[in-house]
């Protein structure tokens, strides 16, 4: 697939990355990174106290994929703000999302007709917690470049799995 420019990663928030629902035994886990500054990210008024969820070595091992990172988040711009800094990336794309549509196909996602036209024929991975077999099946109707739709459980959020199947993906295309 020479020629089509290097793989986007399309990245979900909740889910992939702050874990939520059934909590295992004990709770989930708390961090404190070593790229925070201040108090951790659960802390102050207006923090979310999710964010403590969040592992920052996932940053590491998100820019050691071959790709470029793109946020496809309903956190928009707070997600540099907030989770950037807390997993030591740089500031990356955020994905605007269109207008609401009452036109969507039964199932489809709302944000998977975006995804495909951010992409614009390039290679991407979509890691989500909300993928469907709708989406899959849209996305490889609509799109003539190598995807991959992949979903991750909102439970135990991006696993060693998960980054082994995406980096394996992403240096396949």
């Known amino acids: 697939m020479a020629g089509l420019g290097v793989p986007l990663l399309f990245l979900d928030i909740d889910g992939p990355l702050i874990p939520f629902g059934a909590p295992p035994p004990g ?4 961090y404190r990174g070593p790229y925070a500054t201040g108090p951790g990210p659960g802390s102050g008024p207006d923090a979310n106290p999710l964010l403590a969820r969040v592992d920052p070595a ?3 091992r998100l820019l050691n994929l071959p790709c470029e990172l793109v946020w496809a988040t309903t956190w928009m711009s707070d997600a540099n703000a907030c989770l950037s800094p807390w997993l030591g990336l740089p500031q990356l794309p955020v994905l605007d999302w269109p207008v609401a549509n009452n036109d969507e196909p039964v199932g489809l996602h709302w944000k998977t007709r975006a ?3 951010r992409a614009a024929g ?6 989500d917690d909300e993928i469907t077999a709708a989406d899959r099946r849209w996305v490889s109707a609509h799109s003539l470049a190598p995807t991959l739709l992949h979903r991750v459980d909102h439970q ?8 082994a199947t995406l980096d394996a993906w992403l240096r396949s295309v």
């Open 27 to 30: 709770g989930y886990p708390t």
């Open 115 to 117: 995804l495909v036209a």
């Open 122 to 127: 390039r290679p991407f991975a979509w890691v």
């Open 156 to 163: 135990r959020g991006l696993t060693d799995a998960d980054f």
């Open 58 to 60: 996932l940053g590491r």
